[in-house]
């Protein structure tokens, strides 16, 4: 069957150089003839770019240069491995064509080398000329394939959304020669294109319909999209297209506004990172300085010690030596006195006895007041008041400056939570401090709960024990985002407080002051600060939720059930880290609830 594709270039380059052989010698096995010279010329005209392309003497099976090059009867050369392999498949369907043009051959052609073509190729060799494509244009497993590419198939240059196919840059160039291919839609290579093909109808989908929002083809608004609001599909995309710009504008634009703040923020670091390096290198000065002064006192101390030790000494001594001095000599008269004693003349004895000396009277009184280890108590008495009072001065100062650094903030504060999940995520873990509990009051589950009793406990005096009110305060402080929750038995309030609230006295009730903020859930609950009541309503609940925002000066009350419902707000500015209070009413308890 003749073939309707025109002669491939290997024919056409053969047919003349074979014509030209036949018309200048009489056999074409002669190495010397006109056609050879002719191959030769045409190999040094393609060394020089003139004429050849690396695709002319390829293979278009192995698209490799030919090997042992044969050409069967419709003109199409291949190497002779590569087509007699393609012939061996078709015996299985007793068929033999040709793998470019497809033209049917009654019977299997015979295959014999095409001398002059193989010298040809060789010469092209020693030109340096590469017909294989590189490497990286073969298609891999991920890559596109041409669909017209035989054997090897090379990677797809273009797809064609008329075509629904995807081609090579070989195999696209009709879409660029041909007049009626140009006006085809060329896209890049897509995995897709069966996507554009309707699935009842076998049609290119080329309009939308915008009330089932899919793409059609032009039959589908005949049957099942028939009286819909159809366009075609470049309408639609022209439309959804300016919403895409529309968009893309929008988020270049808040590009660009992030990025401005990505270097607001950096710069902020590096002030940040300055600020705190010239607040360390100025406190361990200050630090030092403080130092230096304690040591100088130190030193002043130990020097005026070292010179009253020298005083009481040198008089203590000079003490010492008189009575050493007396000493000597009672022993000297005591010595006299003895050997008088010892004579045995009585005569003598009465003759020397009035030449004794009476005795002298002691300028020391035997008896001598000293008070033993004691003498430098008192400025040991003064060093230690002092040291008191220096550790109270740092461990409030020590609150106020932790307080104040945590409370550095350059960017705003979170917003505050809706949801119960969203409140847990700052949930805190809060124990009650026994010392501070009212003697009516009783902890237990692991000081996580609180009940009134009427008998009052034999609980040791402790500075920070409730005296007049049944309260009891938490043993962490609260600074940061902390929520909890109260499980109520009973009339309870809930309160935050500072930690040097009184402890005894009408001011020491939660709320009570300017130092708590308290709120009592009962029949009329109320919230109290500063002795001023603030009445509230709201739905009532067993378990009573507290957010605390320390840094913003956020502190809300909720009602906790399915839902959160929030009973009181407070927007204040905090000084001092924060304690969780409950007060508890008679017959009435209190549990910190463990959330999860």
Known sequence: MASSHSPSR???????????SKAHCTTVKSSKNTSFHSLTLRAEMAQKGTELDRETFSCSICLDLLKDPVTIPCGHSYCMNCIKTHFDEEEKKKTHSCPECRQLFPSRPVLVKNTMLAVLVEQLKKTGLQAAPADHCYAGPEDVTCDFCTGRKLKAFKSCLVCLASYCEKHLQPHYDAAPLKKHKLVDPSKKLQENICSRHGEVMKMFCRTDQQSICYLCPVDEHKGHDT?????????????????????????????KDVK??????????????????????????MIHLLQERSSDVEQQVRSQQETEESRVKEVQEKLEQEITELKREDAELKQLSDTEDHNQFLHNYPSLSPLSQSTHSS??????LRNFEDVKAAVTELRKKLEDILRETRTNILLTVTEVDVLLSQPEPKTRDEFLKYSCEITLDPNSAHRNLV?????????????????????????????VLSKESLTGCCYWEVDRKGIVGVAVTYKNISRSGKESGFGRNDKSWSLEYFLTSAFWYNNIKTAISG??????????????GILSFYSVSETMTLLHR???????????????????????????
């Not at 237990?444 to 709960?449: A, D, F, G, I, Q």
């Not at 739905?539 to 913003?552: E, K, N, Q, W």
Request: proline content about 4%; glycine content about 2%; aromatic content about 6%.
């Open 231 to 259: 366009v075609s599909a470049a309408a639609e995309r022209t439309e959804r297209q300016r919403e895409v710009e529309g968009r893309r504008h929008n988020i270049q634009q808040m590009i660009q506004d992030k990025e």
């Open 570 to 596: 407070v927007q204040t500015t905090f000084t001092q880290p924060l304690y969780a209070g409950i007060w508890i009413s008679l017959l009435s308890s209190a549990e910190l609830i463990k959330v999860k």
């Open 443 to 471: 902890p237990s589950e692991r000081n996580r709960k609180a009940t009134f009793i009427l008998q009052q406990q034999s609980y040791p005096d402790h500075p920070d024990r409730f005296t007049d009110f049944h309260q």
């Open 367 to 372: 008896s001598i007041n000293i008070c033993t």
């Open 264 to 289: 607001l923020l950096q710069q902020e670091l590096k002030a940040i990172a300055h600020s705190a390096d010239k607040t360390v290198k100025d406190s361990r000065e200050m630090f030092t300085e």
């Open 10 to 20: 290997n024919k056409s380059l053969i047919t003349p150089l074979a014509s030209s």
């Open 539 to 552: 739905p009532r609940s067993s378990i009573l939720g507290v957010y605390l925002d320390h840094r913003a």
